[in-house]
């Protein structure tokens, strides 16, 4: 039998089950491909918050990693959780010759508000990390923090895009989720442009969003799908997922990863 394509996610856990690898490895299966992953620390979370945050050793990752990679192969990577210059300087590295697409999602703050990203990490995102890039995925946080830019906008989008690219990243997906009306994204490698609109759904449980469109595309480019269109399929596939996303707790609950075989079934 032919193995499906292989993507390995490299971030942290959310026991919750919404975002992290356990987001990263259920998008993975959903579309079809084989999910395998570098953890990067350990979180204690659930609907409310983050009640605490473990950071695994650089050895630990670096082992977790070459095991993955050098006897089981990867078609596509797609990073999240780093929250130290430490670990990002060590992943960075790991990706230096990896040859083949890598899909970075700067994960800085969860949906609750709490920091996962230490401040002295964000010039070895900028300076390390993100050269790495085929594409990089911030949300109006993230964008924020790593160029100063507030968005208010989809002219400050471009703006955005046009600061982040200078990191390095082939292209940059700037999320506008947060914006009030449509969910309007914009993806550019500097010289073609695509805004990627859909409908806003009325529902809070919106929990590893971020996590789970990273990792769509991530999908789409082990199978051999050019940046613009994985994006396209994602976007898709995560407003469905948002449509779809269900209580859990007190607080806010995850987007639906497998709406497809709920809908299906």
Known sequence: ?????????????????????QADLKTMLAL?????????????????GVQGAWELPEEAVRAQYRSVVDDIGVQAVKTGMLSSPG???????LL???GVPVVVDPVSVSKHGDRLLADDALDAVRTLLLPRATVATPN???VAQLTGVKVDGETGMRRAAGLLLAFGPRW????????????VDLLTDGTAEHWLRAPRHDNRHTHGTGCTLASAVAVGLAEGLEVPEAVRRAKEYVTAAIEAGFALGAGIGPVDHGWRL????
């Open 140 to 142: 109006l946080d993230e």
């Open 87 to 93: 670990l990002v300087a060590t992943v960075a590295e």
């Open 96 to 98: 230096s010759d990896v």
């Open 172 to 183: 940059v997906l700037v999320k506008g989720g947060h914006l009030p009306g449509e969910a």
């Open 32 to 48: 079809g491909a084989h999910g395998m992953s570098v953890l990067t620390a350990v979180t204690a979370q659930n609907s409310v």
């Open 262 to 265: 709920r809908r299906e079934g």
């Open 1 to 21: 039998m032919t193995a499906p394509p292989r993507v390995l996610t490299v971030a942290g856990s959310d026991s919750g089950g919404g975002a992290g690898i």
